[in-house]
């Protein structure tokens, strides 16, 4: 069976057409390729800025660091730090009238020369006034406290009451890094 010359044409036409479209499906790939590949390259060119400012702060930290590190309290190596630090959070809670029902102390880690102490409340209730009093209780005691996790939600039989958790982490030297 022969083709006629109209259908030979527009095999061609269906042919070329075939082809822009997969020459088209193609370009966009690579340009949504080249895309991510220059976002990636942008990522990566703030992260280098942002490490050259911070290499560049570093007298700065050190002063800021040396001017704290004397309000820091330092304990003997084989010394448990728990009991110091749970009781600095109770007399605050006390205080202000937060109960804690739940705690328990993690494990130490050190970072650096300081040493970080984690206590986890589980539970704790308290009205909104006394919490935030509490919270700046904890802040006032310096460098050596900072809340990282913070959850805090209504009780839903007592109008007024919050209850909710928070992770306390406690900064301290041992007398081994502080030398």
């Known amino acids: 069976m022969s083709m006629s010359t109209k259908d030979k044409q527009l095999l061609v036409i269906i042919g070329i057409i075939i082809l822009f479209g997969i020459t088209l499906a193609n370009f966009r790939k690579c340009t949504d390729n080249i895309s991510m590949k220059q976002r990636a390259l942008q990522t990566a060119e703030d992260n280098v800025i942002l490490q050259k400012e911070l290499i560049a702060a570093k007298d700065i930290w050190a002063q800021r660091y040396e001017e704290k590190k004397p309000q820091m309290p330092t304990f003997e190596p084989d010394v448990q730090v728990d009991t110091y630090w749970l009781n600095i959070m109770d007399l605050a809670a006390e205080r202000h009238g937060v109960k804690i029902r739940n705690r328990h102390s993690g494990e130490e880690t050190k970072v650096s020369d300081v040493y970080e102490f984690p206590i986890e409340v589980k539970d ?44 306390l982490y406690c900064a301290y030297m041992r007398e081994d890094s502080a030398k």
């Open 124 to 167: 704790w209730e308290s009205e909104l006034e006394p919490f935030v009093n509490f919270m700046y209780a904890l802040q006032a005691e310096g460098a050596m406290l900072d809340i990282r996790t913070l959850t805090i939600a209504p009780v839903s039989n007592k109008p007024g009451l919050l209850k909710g958790s928070f992770v």
